[in-house]
């Protein structure tokens, strides 16, 4: 078999790749991973069909990409979890595999995945990429939007390139979680979701392309006054969400779609929360914390 890959949308041709040609289950060879990184920095995401896996088997392959992170963004870091360290279970399921009710914490705390973010930019060193399998979908809803941070860099006006060009941001759960009323944490929590340092504005090492750094995990900016600093970042949302630059991937069971954090930032649609949704992430790491790499 051949790898190829095609723009999902022939009048986007730089932005959501369908590639065809591998078995994530059967294995892929080092070459064919170089391939699958240059189809990632060109698309930022790709889609990848009948791809039925297990956790083992998807962990298998993200492996090539980086080094995985464990879960341990997840809310649910206990030994009775669904679904081991390795995986991000991004499930409306409990331990027990029923529909959690609309008061558990875990579902709550999901429902963060439907605000605009970048995967682990709460983390000191963030996500590369993640690689997200559907295992169970509902019968409509629950799309994934993309939205290319580089295309929204591109159509920034001068002045306001400028004006984010140093700008350093701190990234925590407590925000995007408090932009929910989300507020009850615990000790251990509090401890874990230490604001984190991230640049606004980041250069993708394998295209070259910069992209802009926003997060709803951002919630204040270095030197800025809070609601400054808030604003700034509300402004640049809007913009960086238009729908000239989002890409909306309808899921299929065993569909698997890997983006790049460094380029795109994501969210779930509403759907039946009455309704199984299970799709289990693998994500694997960046090579170093964004100040540390060159602009
Ligand atoms: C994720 C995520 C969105 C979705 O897996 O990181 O944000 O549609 N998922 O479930
Ligand atoms: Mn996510």
């Known amino acids: 078999m051949t790898i190829d890959i095609v723009p999902i949308r022939p009048e986007h041709p730089d932005?959501?790749?369908?590639?065809?040609?591998?078995?994530?289950?059967?294995?892929?060879?080092?070459?064919?991973?170089?391939?699958?990184?240059?189809?990632?920095?060109?698309?930022?995401?790709?889609?990848?069909?009948?791809q039925q896996m297990t956790d083992d088997q998807q962990y298998a392959f993200s492996e090539h990409f980086g080094p995985p992170e464990q879960a341990t963004g997840d809310l649910d870091k206990?030994?009775?979890?669904?679904?081991?360290?390795?995986?991000?279970?991004?499930?409306?399921?409990?331990?027990?595999?029923?529909?959690?009710?609309?008061?558990d914490r875990?579902?709550?705390?999901?429902l963060g995945n439907r605000l605009w973010h970048s995967d682990s930019s709460f983390k000191p060193t963030p996500a590369k990429y993640s690689l997200l399998s559907a295992r169970h979908i509902p019968a409509s809803g629950g799309n994934?939007?993309?939205?290319?941070?580089?295309?929204?860099?591109?159509?920034?006006?001068?002045?306001?390139?400028?004006?984010?060009?140093?700008?350093?941001?701190?990234?925590?759960q407590l925000y995007?979680?408090?932009?929910?009323?989300?507020?009850?944490?615990t000790d251990d929590e509090i401890a874990f979701n230490k604001p984190v340092p991230q640049r606004l504005v980041r250069r993708h090492a394998g295209s070259g392309r910069l992209s802009l750094y926003l997060s709803a995990h951002a919630?204040?900016?270095?030197?800025?006054?809070?609601?400054?600093?808030?604003?700034?970042?509300?402004?640049?949302?809007?913009?960086?969400t238009q729908k000239q630059f989002i890409y909306s991937h309808q899921w299929q069971p065993n569909d698997l779609v890997i983006w790049d954090n460094r380029a795109v930032m994501h969210r779930?649609?509403?759907?039946?929360?009455?309704?199984?949704?299970?799709?289990?992430?693998?994500?694997?790491?960046?090579?170093?914390?964004?100040?540390?790499?060159?602009?």
């Open 15 to 50: 932005f959501a790749g369908l590639l065809s040609g591998i078995s994530v289950a059967g294995g892929i060879s080092r070459e064919d991973a170089t391939i699958i990184e240059e189809g990632m920095d060109h698309f930022a995401v790709l889609v990848l069909r009948d």
């Open 268 to 295: 779930a649609t509403r759907y039946d929360s009455k309704q199984v949704r299970d799709l289990h992430r693998t994500t694997v790491s960046d090579s170093a914390p964004t100040l540390q790499q060159p602009l």
């Open 144 to 172: 994934t939007e993309f939205a290319d941070m580089r295309a929204a860099w591109d159509a920034l006006p001068a002045e306001l390139q400028a004006e984010c060009m140093d700008k350093i941001c701190d990234h925590s």
């Open 219 to 240: 919630g204040a900016i270095h030197g800025l006054p809070m609601p400054e600093a808030r604003i700034f970042l509300r402004e640049l949302n809007e913009h960086a």
């Open 176 to 185: 995007s979680r408090g932009q929910l009323g989300f507020t009850e944490w």
């Open 78 to 103: 206990s030994a009775t979890r669904r679904l081991s360290m390795k995986i991000n279970d991004i499930s409306n399921l409990d331990e027990n595999g029923a529909v959690m009710a609309i008061d």
């Open 106 to 110: 875990r579902y709550l705390f999901g």
